[in-house]
Nanobody
Framework: QVQLVESGGDLVQAGGSLRLSCVASGRTFSSYAMGWFRQAPGKEREFVATITAGGGNTDYADSVKGRFTISRDNAKNTVYLEMNSLKPEDTAVYYC?????????????????WGQGTQVTVSS
């Protein structure tokens, strides 16, 4: 079993930046692909970014490409989401997810473990 704990969510003005962190328990973090998803009020949870187990490959939703960067530190069992040029439409609860395979994945049902989420609010 893997436990994921997100942090770093906050209230920020449009154009600002935030860095989210997700710390994973267990010894198998380096063999798991990781992802970030988000869910705005009244909307379904959507894909944001994913990274392979080794960190060499990433994918992003079109809505965040060029503004967000996913990275990981396997020595610290941590995955990050650096968010720049934030917009009000980025407001959501952001969730970290782990997949028991090394390849990156864009769909919710391909992930096995989820964190509790961290709130990001972007004011205009």
């Amino acid at each position: 079993q893997v436990q994921l704990v997100e942090s770093g969510g906050d209230l920020v003005q449009a154009g600002g930046s935030l860095r989210l962190s997700c710390v994973a328990s267990g010894r198998t973090f380096s063999s798991y692909a990781m992802g970030w998803f988000r869910q705005a009020p009244g909307k379904e949870r959507e894909f944001v970014a994913t990274i392979t187990a080794g960190g060499g490959n990433t994918d992003y939703a079109d809505s965040v490409k060029g503004r967000f960067t996913i990275s990981r530190d396997n020595a610290k069992n941590t995955v990050y989401l650096e968010m720049n040029s934030l917009k009000p439409e980025d407001t959501a609860v952001y969730y970290c997810a782990a997949r028991r395979f090394p390849g990156r994945a864009l769909f919710r049902n391909m992930y096995d473990y989820w964190g509790q989420g961290t709130q990001v609010t972007v004011s205009s």
